[in-house]
């Protein structure tokens, strides 16, 4: 193992057991003890280093190497420090005790997304030490809050200190991974594009009576269960997407299947068939947008019948729908019910997009192909959500990319997101590590 990927490894150790735990409070995250670690690694000659903190303890820091000509492309190396929260009971090993076990480091935030935060500091590291002058800027930014939708990161950061952050380019999550489809050498995903966050509240109505007599009663939570289940069980048409359309045709897959995943009357009668249910859930997700019923709260003493409850619902919305678009799908979904209920936007952004005929995708699927020999990228459509939309909002190009050895494959990758057992092996470092060593050098020399 060379030097550089014991730094990587080292460092990422640290930022898992540091336990940086977001749960959507205010008072959440404690990025500053991550960004503390990144600080003493990225400290020194070459680098020009600032903290953004609109949060007591919740600060962002940007590492910058200036670049030699104003005019020059800037490129920005984007992760972040926080990760969600993980059930012990249900890990194989300590999910904050970064440990090392047979070539894996395991802990929450492996590869969502300390994996990256870490070899991209330890990149810039190695380029300042090395006397590195790129013509455009190069810069490191370790945001906090991504995980609670950049309130406090960076939305914050573009909305109060654009300067500070604006770049051409930017690389963060989520990409990378070798898709089990098609034959031939791995498919590698680019991200380009991600869905629109609609986290929506649906408020239901009762009458409040006494536990003790439920005959005919209005039970606000009895509606609220029936809601649930409707929203569950709606499923809108299949959307086929640029974005998705480019994906399935840089596949190397049989033509009569390849017609189907872009027929979108065949489309959902194929992925209830694929066998990894991983790439089955990403697949429906890249081509629908969903509706997932995730809390629900009513209530407030055993005894009484409550008058109120509230579920909440994360909507994803494929591009080129809106909250207009989402409040009629749901309203659709509850029928009979949608006249009792109150519709609210709690969270609410639209999809975002890059294109991909840019400097920075020829560089990406060029140095891939490279380190992972003959492999293929095409474009992805990521059904979560990233800090990027809120760098394009700038006017960067924004791509999502890694790379991972064989030994993550991308079933297991796409459920330890915000999953169990979260691990990333150290060749997987050392080839992300590589990776971002040769892009920022072709755009930025």
Same mark, same amino acid.
């Given at each position: 193992m060379s030097t550089i990927v014991d730094e990587v490894t080292d460092l990422l150790q640290h930022l898992i057991r540091n336990a940086c735990v977001n749960d959507g409070s205010r008072d959440s995250g404690h990025e500053a003890r991550n960004v503390d670690v990144l600080r003493g690694l990225l400290d020194g000659p070459g680098l020009d280093l600032e903290t953004y903190e609109p949060v007591p303890g919740r600060p962002s820091l940007v590492a910058r190497i200036a670049g030699s000509d104003p005019a020059a492309p800037s490129l920005m190396l984007m992760g972040h420090t926080d990760v969600v929260p993980a059930n012990p009971d249900r890990w194989r090993h300590d999910p904050f005790g970064g440990e090392l076990v047979d070539g894996f480091v395991w802990g929450r935030g492996a590869v969502d997304m300390f994996n990256l935060t870490a070899t991209m500091a330890v990149t810039v590291k190695e380029l300042a030490r090395t006397g590195f002058r790129p013509r455009g800027d190069l810069v490191y930014l370790a945001v906090a809050d991504e995980e609670a939708g950049g309130t406090h990161g960076a939305e914050w950061l573009v909305d109060h200190e654009p300067d500070a952050v604006r770049t051409d380019y930017v690389v963060t999550e989520f990409g990378g991974q070798r898709f089990p489809?098609?034959?031939?050498?791995?498919?590698? $995903?680019?991200?380009?594009?991600?869905?629109?966050?609609?986290?929506?509240?649906?408020?239901?109505?009762?009458?409040?009576?006494?536990?003790?007599?439920?005959?005919?009663?209005?039970?606000?939570?009895?509606?609220?269960?029936?809601?649930?289940?409707?929203?569950?069980?709606?499923r809108p048409p299949a959307v086929l997407t640029e974005v998705w359309q480019g994906f399935v045709s840089g596949l190397a897959l049989p033509e009569e299947l390849r017609q189907m995943l872009l027929d979108p009357l065949q489309l959902d009668d194929v992925l209830e068939q694929l066998p990894d249910i991983g790439l089955?859930?990403?697949?429906?997700?890249?081509?629908?947008?969903?509706?997932?019923?995730?809390?629900v709260v009513s209530g407030t003493k055993v005894n009484v019948i409550p008058d109120r409850a509230t579920v909440q619902v994360d909507v994803r919305a494929l591009p080129g729908h809106d909250s207009n678009d989402i409040r009629a799908m749901l309203e659709e979904a509850l029928g009979d019910l949608a006249d009792r209920c109150e519709i609210v936007f709690a969270f609410d952004q639209v999809a975002s997009a890059s294109p991909t005929d840019t400097p920075l995708w020829d560089v990406l699927?060029?140095?891939?192909?490279?380190?992972? $020999?003959?492999?293929?990228?095409?474009?992805?459509?990521?059904?979560?959500?990233?800090?990027? !939309?809120?760098? !394009?909002?700038?006017?960067?190009?924004?791509?999502?990319?890694?790379?991972?050895?064989? !030994?993550? $494959?991308?079933?297991?990758?796409?459920?330890?997101?915000?999953?169990?057992?979260?691990?990333?092996?150290?060749?997987s470092l050392d080839l992300t590590t590589q990776l971002w060593l040769r892009t920022v050098r072709d755009m930025l020399e």
């Open positions: 489809l098609g034959d031939g050498p791995p498919t590698l $995903p680019i991200t380009v594009a991600e869905k629109g966050p609609h986290w929506t509240e649906i408020h239901v109505t009762g009458t409040p009576g006494h536990g003790s007599m439920p005959l005919r009663t209005d039970n606000a939570a009895v509606t609220a269960a029936e809601v649930v289940a409707r929203v569950a069980a709606y089955a859930r990403f697949a429906h997700a890249c081509t629908h947008t969903t509706f997932s019923p995730n809390v699927s060029q140095r891939a192909a490279e380190l992972v $020999p003959g492999a293929n990228v095409v474009p992805f459509l990521l059904p979560g959500a990233t800090d990027s !939309r809120y760098l !394009r909002r700038l006017g960067a190009i924004c791509y999502g990319f890694g790379l991972y050895t064989e !030994r993550i $494959p991308f079933d297991d990758f796409a459920t330890m997101f915000h999953g169990d057992d979260e691990r990333i092996d150290v060749g």
